[in-house]
């Protein structure tokens, strides 16, 4: 593994009015990483992902992908640095089929869907768009919904299309919130195939999850969340022993500390 910071965030805060989400939260996530962001629900997971993929601004902090700063930048332009994200609770357009949405992703696609004014270079990728799409499609075990309107499919198929839309974009950083949430058991088999497939190639992912056997599976080191600030980061096996790490999810009393 390449040690140079994929991902930095330094020094973040955050709150909605009076409820301080997040307090002074920093780590780096090497290239070529699995970090697993864990945390009780409510402890800020959801958040930190959003300020680190740059769809929320932190009140103080700074995030860097690669060594540069990504605050004001839009939406298109991390994903063309390389930086995509899944979410927690997918939502699809109603009027488009799953194979539209995948094929939508794509970021060479400019005259898609037009019928006027459509260039040899649209038409071309088009069809390059099309070819991932239903390749990906198919990895992610989505062929038999292709062509069902997106918002038609079940949840944890919409989640499926959320990492198909979110792959489509070529990334070198994955961030997911909740990948396997909903999803049925066999289908977590075949996410976590693909998802070392895509280390393999030397994608890097960030990835909030509960499901302790998909972090111990997939993840490299975990950071954990209670209350908006990082008590732990370790690897998956050191998480049952880490006091904090009991703490959180069970409680001081239970963790043996205090009364
Ligand atoms: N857009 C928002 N507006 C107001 N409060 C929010 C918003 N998003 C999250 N919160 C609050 O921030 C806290 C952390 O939420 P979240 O990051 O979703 O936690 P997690 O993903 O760990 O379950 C919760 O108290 C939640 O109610
Ligand atoms: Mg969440």
Do not use: W
């Amino acid at each position: 593994m390449n040690t140079a910071a994929m991902l930095e965030v330094k020094g973040v805060a955050k709150a909605f009015g009076a409820n301080r989400v997040l307090e002074g939260v920093s780590f780096e996530v090497g290239q070529g990483e699995i970090v697993g962001l864990l945390g009780p629900n409510g402890s800020g997971k959801s958040t930190l992902l959003n300020i680190a993929s740059g769809f929320l601004d932190p009140d103080v902090g700074d995030i860097r992908l690669a060594g540069k700063p990504i605050a004001g930048m839009r939406t298109h332009a991390l994903v063309q640095a390389g930086m995509t994200r899944t979410f927690q609770l997918p939502i699809m357009p109603q009027k488009m089929s799953v194979l539209e949405v995948a094929m939508a992703a794509a970021t060479e696609n400019h005259g898609l869907f037009s019928t006027v004014f459509r260039t040899a270079a649209d038409r071309a990728a088009e069809r390059s768009s099309r070819e991932r799409a239903i390749s990906l499609l198919d990895e992610l075990l989505l062929t038999p919904v292709a062509h069902l309107p997106a918002s038609a499919i079940s949840g944890g198929q919409k989640k499926l299309l959320g990492i198909v839309c979110a792959l489509m974009a070529k990334p070198r950083l994955l961030m997911l919130d909740e990948p396997t949430a909903g999803v049925h058991p066999n289908l977590r088999r075949d996410i976590v195939t693909v998802l070392q497939r895509l280390n393999a190639k030397g994608m890097t992912l960030v990835i909030v999850e509960h499901d302790m056997h998909f972090i111990r599976e997939v993840c490299n080191r975990c950071i954990v969340l209670d209350q908006g600030e990082i008590v732990a980061s370790c690897r998956p096996d050191e998480l049952a022993s880490n006091k904090r790490v009991v703490e959180a999810y069970l409680g001081a009393s239970v963790a043996g500390g205090r009364p």
